[in-house]
């Protein structure tokens, strides 16, 4: 499958304990200087700080850095707001904005702060028209918009983003719904595996022939402009190892144990460790295998852009020079 650039990108995460200036600072400076094309920040009430702002301290700290939102939850900013802070951001950091935006997930999140959390259609088909309006304020001249969601008049958007026509805007999800809004709305389309209600990782999702449906879903939306989108992946394990399959086996063993740091994983007893090894959510083995490894990934499945936990952004360095120019 052909795209406008190939280049392997790899990114990482600002961590919910990187409540500090000077701790954004020094994370996003650490990862310009190993590499790293983009730092990301999420959307939950309990990380310490919002996510735009805490991009804008990144931004002033690096001068390459892309700063990614990972992912905004729709429900919790009308497009309206959300498209002037975003646009800001962008001539703030002289066009280095990338928008991941989603329908929203943890229901619990919800409950606390009081906000209908709506059905999965209908947080859906509200983001599809975020991203219509936001598109449609970046633009030159008043926008009108008239949704079953939303409603604008004649609205001048102001300021216009750096970037023209607009910063990319990613969408993920692993649901056909959430993929083929995707496809037809967003630049660039995240990978991930299914949760269940609780916030459990479905490790099912992890087995590598289980994207080519999520990768059709998304054709489906995208139709011609299918070559055109980037696609993008989740990083859950990075092992430096000689013996993959052990380490992957291990990894195993402390899911079942629920000893990871990070996730809760549903796991069936028919995912093996070499599910892991070859699945585009890890890199387990050695410098020059986890290399080929990638290159596999992007072109077997089209994967360019690999998020990686903040935890592990030495330990692939070196695979990151590796690959840059490749």
Request: hydrophobic share 40%; charged share 25%.
């Amino acid at each position: 499958m052909e795209r406008r650039d190939r280049t392997i990108r790899f990114g990482t995460m600002l961590e919910p304990k990187m409540s500090s200036r000077a701790s954004i600072r020094d994370f996003a400076r650490r990862a310009e200087d190993l590499g790293y094309s983009h730092i990301a920040v999420g959307d939950h009430f309990g990380e310490s700080i919002a996510p735009l702002i805490a991009l804008m301290t990144a931004g002033e700290a690096t001068s390459s850095l892309r700063l990614a939102t990972l992912v905004l939850d729709n429900d919790f900013r009308h497009p309206v707001v959300l498209a002037k802070e975003a646009a800001s951001v962008d001539v703030m950091t002289g066009g280095r904005l990338e928008i991941g935006m989603g329908a929203g997930w943890l229901q619990g999140e919800y409950q606390q702060a009081g906000i209908e959390f709506s059905r999965p259609g209908e947080r859906i088909a509200r983001l599809g028209e975020a991203v219509e309006v936001i598109t449609g304020l970046f633009g030159d001249g008043p926008f009108s918009y008239a949704g079953r969601y939303y409603s604008i008049d004649g609205l001048d958007g102001s300021p216009k983003p750096a970037q023209r026509p607009r910063p990319p805007i990613q969408i993920g999800g692993a649901s056909p719904v959430i993929l083929k809004l995707a496809g037809r709305l967003a630049d660039a389309v995240n990978l991930v595996p299914r949760t269940d209600a609780t916030g459990a990782v479905e490790a099912i999702d992890f087995v590598a022939e289980n994207l080519d449906e999520k990768l059709s879903w998304v054709r489906d939306g995208a139709g011609a402009r299918f070559g055109d989108l980037e696609f993008s992946a989740w990083m859950y394990g990075v092992i430096c190892t000689d013996r993959p399959v052990a380490a992957a086996e291990e990894l195993l063993r402390s899911w079942a144990a629920g000893k990871d740091p990070a996730w809760t994983f549903n796991v069936p007893p028919t995912l093996t460790a070499r599910d892991l090894v070859e699945s585009p959510f890890f890199a387990i083995g050695t410098p020059d295998s986890m290399a080929d490894h990638f290159s596999e990934m992007r072109e077997r499945f089209g994967i360019t852009s690999f998020q990686v936990p903040p935890a592990d952004i030495d330990a692939l360095s070196v695979v990151l020079n590796q690959l840059s120019d490749a």
